[in-house]
């Protein structure tokens, strides 16, 4: 009896503790989401940096085998990124800017034909036929004309908005320009030292912190997720580049103007699974309308795209990708709702990248298996 006594003593000393450790759990969670949000144009490069070192050092660490030096293969391997990338990019400055500049046009001709069908609508012949005197005392007190041109005033005052909107996207643009470019050179040049020289600073760690008791399991855990994390990453990048590549030919074929800007988009926004493939019809849909009016052609371009990521999503990547790509759902949409706040649209690329990355650590470094199992949870 008095050893229950004391179990139970002992039991409410430890609830005031771990309250105020779950409490301090969660003040911490909050301080890092908020840290993430507010730091991100110095963490942004840092994570890409990080991601493009781990698709690339075993590559480093193949060239070292045959003693070439670490710095010269880092350089070589970026160049060999870097060249075409760039090329791509000067390729696609033109409709680039095409479109930015088309954007306020395109706005006021999609209201225009919104405001023509709407009013096709409204105005039919039986509503008109309906009620005789309601016709006869709007037009004997000028009540049709009122609605024309409240109706009137309504559509210059959206195309007036849309106009704006498109006008202030062009502004943004520019002005986000310089940032981008400090931010990619950062990113470059990080990489470059990671693959330089990160090798020696993560074996100093590992031989002289004394948290570390094991060393040889410590290198062989290192090694085993830098390869299960650049052969996921390059996986992915390949299949996203493919899916890409087949859009921009496919539209090309069917003769869809600025194709290879379509597929740049698509392959990039596959990087987001969900979120980009309905992003990615919606920019089809509109580049159709842009081009071919309001006809039943111009959602050919969305369904070509939607026909081939549909194949690409339900064949492609989980032959290839296997149980690496296995996620939930929903607990893939949260984690991308997240990082869209966090970080915007960067955020929502990298978002499956950096939790898949999370879920590989997480699995070499033996941490609770539920957690991994919850993941992983089939729809």
């Excluded at 009016?293 to 939607?306: N, R």
């Excluded at 997240?338 to 649209?345: D, E, N, R, S, T």
């Amino acid at each position: 009896m008095s050893k229950e006594i004391t179990d139970q003593e002992h039991h409410r000393e430890d609830l005031p503790v771990n309250l105020i450790t779950r409490v301090l759990q969660g003040l911490l969670a909050l301080a890092m989401l908020y840290t993430l949000y507010f730091a991100k144009t110095l963490l942004v490069p840092i994570v890409v940096a990080l991601l493009l070192t781990l698709l690339l050092i075993p590559a480093v660490n193949f060239f070292r085998r045959y003693h070439v030096p670490r710095a010269l293969s880092a350089i070589v391997l970026m160049c060999t990124i870097a060249v075409p990338f760039t090329l791509l990019g000067m390729e696609l400055a033109g409709p680039v800017q095409k479109w930015a500049q088309r954007l306020p046009e395109l706005s006021a001709t999609f209201t225009q034909q919104i405001d023509t069908m709407t009013s096709a609508w409204s105005a039919s012949p039986e509503e008109d036929q309906e009620d005789p005197s309601r016709a006869f005392f709007s037009r004997l007190f000028g009540g049709e004309v009122e609605v024309e041109e409240e109706l009137s005033d309504g559509s210059s005052a959206v195309s007036e908005r849309l106009t704006q909107g498109g006008v202030e996207l062009m502004v943004y643009m520019l002005a986000a320009t310089p940032i981008f470019l400090a931010q990619l050179v950062t990113c470059l040049t990080l990489t470059i030292f990671l693959l330089v020289f990160g090798a020696r600073l993560f074996e100093s760690a590992i031989r002289y912190l004394p948290a570390v008791k094991d060393k040889d399991a410590a290198h062989g855990l290192i090694d085993n997720i830098e390869i299960e994390l650049s052969r996921y990453i390059l996986t992915v990048s390949i299949i996203n580049s493919l899916l890409g590549l087949t859009t921009a030919g496919v539209l090309w074929l069917i003769g869809v103007e600025d194709a290879l800007l379509w597929g740049v988009l698509v392959g990039l926004l596959n990087f987001a699974p969900y979120v980009g493939m309905f992003i990615g019809l919606s920019l089809l849909v509109l580049a159709g309308l842009a081009q071919y009016g309001f006809v039943a052609f111009a959602l050919v371009p969305a369904l070509v795209y939607f026909v081939i990521n549909g194949i690409e999503a339900q064949f492609v990547t989980p032959t290839v990708l296997g149980k690496h790509m296995r996620l939930n759902p929903l607990v893939l949409m949260i984690w991308l709702i997240i990082w869209a706040w966090l970080w915007g649209v960067v955020g929502v690329l990298l978002a499956v990248p950096l939790l898949v990355c999370i879920k590989l650590a997480a699995s070499q470094l033996n941490v609770p298996g539920h957690w991994i199992q919850i993941i992983e949870t089939r729809a």
